[in-house]
């Protein structure tokens, strides 16, 4: 194996898939990049058995196909402490890596590449294409709600399915909710997967790109996103979602409209003095006027209120000040649209711009 790469595209490209990789001393080849070079093209590949990121780069100088793995914090170290404009020259002699440029030279050992766990065959069973920022912007705007190391494990991704030539996405922890959808133009086979939390997060750094066409392949167990010159995989979670469609409601009447920019600043300055534990915040609302409150073990109370449309009956709830503050930061439009459930157990909240985008978000027991 040997070829020539200018540093700058190398060190490029290091940076996009060496985010995964892991030290471990059982299996010492996580911590070791995949290089394979062939048909005109040089193959990068980490992998933490969960995440795989490929990244396929084209080589028009001269070139020996081969693959082997070496060291990926090596290799991107030595790499990003040459000159940028520098050609790189890596040769694979005697089971050692040599790397030379202008006057610097290294010799790396290796670990077999056959050793190495990547995923050879995806045979897939339904595949879609979506727009990189309207991937982004769904998982933007739900991530938050997704579970954090919670023990009904399912909770720890977030849902995507395809119902009706809608794409859809779903997360929660079992206190808040959020879902999107947006229609596809195309006939896609159905499926329901879940996304493991660090998977989600991973796929949201790799979209911080220049609007592009995704392509998105899923089988039984995984998921693989074409981004680029970028081959993303990630293993999925097993097991069956709650059923979402319970919490959200029917009957979206008399919403009451709330302006999203007071709103927020006044659950600022009343959570000042919310209680520690529960971080709780009585919102109360009746005769054009929204009124938030708060109080602590030391008796201490903050009160705060503004101006609303609204001539329907007292309403009196208490909520987590800091799962509606996740909700208004993910919303860019002025107004809100809030709903309370007849049980008066969760209110439902939506952008007045956006439809597709909905918000649940459990009360606290007053």
Request: include cysteine.
């Amino acid at each position: 194996m040997k070829f020539t790469i200018e540093n700058n595209i190398l060190v490029e490209n290091l940076k996009k898939i060496s985010r995964i990789l892991i030290k471990n001393n059982s299996f010492p080849i996580l911590e070791n990049i995949l290089i394979e070079i062939k048909k005109n093209t040089l193959s990068l590949t980490t992998t933490n058995l969960e995440i795989e990121i490929i990244s396929n780069i084209k080589i028009y100088k001269a070139h020996q196909k081969g693959k082997i793995t070496i060291s990926g914090k090596k290799l991107l170290n030595i790499c990003r402490n040459l000159s940028e404009i520098s050609t790189i020259q890596i040769e694979l002699k005697n089971k050692k890596i040599y790397i030379s440029s202008e006057k610097s030279n290294y010799i790396l050992s290796t670990l077999p590449a056959d050793d190495f766990p990547n995923h050879q065959n995806f045979n897939y069973t339904s595949n879609f294409n979506i727009s990189s920022d309207i991937l982004k912007n769904m998982i933007i705007k739900t991530e938050f709600a997704m579970g954090k190391q919670d023990v009904r494990y399912y909770l720890n991704g977030m849902l995507f399915e395809i119902k009706d030539k809608f794409l859809q996405n779903v997360a929660t922890d079992g206190y808040r909710l959020a879902t999107s959808y947006i229609s596809l133009k195309e006939e896609v086979n159905p499926f329901s997967i879940i996304i493991p939390n660090k998977g989600i997060m991973e796929i949201l750094r790799l979209l911080n790109v220049k609007e592009t066409l995704l392509h998105v392949l899923i089988n039984t167990n995984s998921l693989r996103i074409h981004i680029n010159n970028l081959i993303f995989t990630t293993q999925l979670i097993e097991g069956k979602y709650p059923d979402y469609n319970s919490v959200l409601l029917k009957n979206l009447d008399k919403p009451i409209i709330i302006n999203k920019s007071l709103l927020k600043k006044s659950l600022l300055r009343t959570s000042v003095l919310s209680n520690e534990k529960f971080s709780g915040i009585e919102i109360n609302i009746k005769k054009n006027e929204l009124k938030t409150i708060s109080d602590n073990q030391e008796e201490e109370i903050a009160e705060d209120r503004f101006h609303v449309q609204y001539f329907g009956n007292t309403i009196e709830i208490s909520i987590n000040v800091y799962y509606i503050l996740d909700v208004l930061n993910t919303i860019d439009c002025e107004n809100i649209l809030l709903f309370l459930n007849k049980s008066k157990s969760s209110i439902q909240i939506k952008p007045e711009n956006n439809s597709s985008t909905v918000y649940v978000i459990m009360l606290l027991k007053r």
